[in-house]
Nanobody, 120 residues
């Protein structure tokens, strides 16, 4: 089992920045860790992921250049730096983890989510 706890969400004005954190505990060797988000009335969508073994990163097209994912393996923590926030980034952001496979889907472990609200 892997336990994931997100933090760092909040209310920010458009154009602002946030850094989300996801701390993992338990069986913490999860090669892939990702971020997803879900806005009200929509399905949860992939945002970004990072592979532990080679630090490969993956992003959905709409966040490229604004979002940066990173991980600190010593701290078992993954970060999502979000810059130039837009109102359409408003959502609950979820951290997820799994051992291997497609970085954009089918994760095994999930955090409880952290709310990001962007005001215009």
């Amino acid at each position: 089992q892997v336990q994931l706890v997100e933090s760092g969400g909040g209310l920010v004005q458009a154009g602002g920045s946030l850094r989300l954190s996801c701390a993992a505990s338990g069986r913490t060797f999860a090669n892939l860790m990702g971020w997803f988000r879900q806005a009200p009335g929509t399905e949860r969508e992939f945002v970004s992921a990072i592979r532990r073994s080679d630090r490969s990163t993956y992003y959905r097209e709409s966040v490229k250049g604004r979002f940066t994912i990173s991980r600190d393996n010593a701290k078992n923590t993954v970060y999502l730096q979000i810059n130039s926030l837009k109102p359409e980034d408003t959502a609950v952001y979820y951290c997820a983890a799994k051992l291997a496979g497609d970085p954009r889907s089918s994760y095994d472990y999930w955090g409880q989510g952290t709310q990001v609200t962007v005001s215009s």
